[in-house]
């Protein structure tokens, strides 16, 4: 059931029509399309998890939220240091269905895409992107 589309064709059976809980329940012609789909989601969350894992970014809870100057935008950095090691992050999610650019200084890398950038970035609709400083 991971990322099914909604079904309206519920509304075309009467018994069921005044009962919304059936836009999430498929029916089998479209369950093959469904099951590609959630494949295709739940083997890159999987990737995520794994990714993140690596990432010692994201223990603890020391977090900062950044004032990008774009109200689609949002993003944060994520900090974690010890004797040893010390590990920053900085998350961007484009809330926006349009591209959005965002400027900031420094060299970054995508730790999900590879992705080299350099002072300025674009995030297509929708997109986030966990970024290492690579300055450091």
Do not use: P
């Not at 959630?38 to 969350?45: M, P, Q, T, V």
């Amino acid at each position: 059931e991971t990322g099914q589309l909604n079904n309206y064709k519920y509304t075309d059976n009467l018994e069921y029509k005044s009962d919304s809980r059936w836009v999430h329940r498929l029916s089998s012609i479209s369950d093959k399309k469904n099951d590609k789909n959630s494949k295709r989601i739940f083997e890159g969350l999987k990737k995520l998890i794994k990714i993140r894992k690596k990432c010692t970014a994201f223990k603890g809870n020391n977090v900062q939220i950044l004032d990008l100057d774009n109200n689609h935008v949002f993003g944060y950095l994520r900090n974690y240091e010890t004797e040893i090691k010390k590990e920053k992050i900085t998350i961007l999610a484009n809330f926006s269905e349009q591209s959005q650019m965002i400027s900031l200084q420094g060299l970054y890398k995508d730790i999900l895409s590879e992705k080299h950038f350099v002072n300025r970035m674009e995030l297509n609709a929708y997109q986030f992107l966990w970024l290492e400083n690579e300055d450091i």
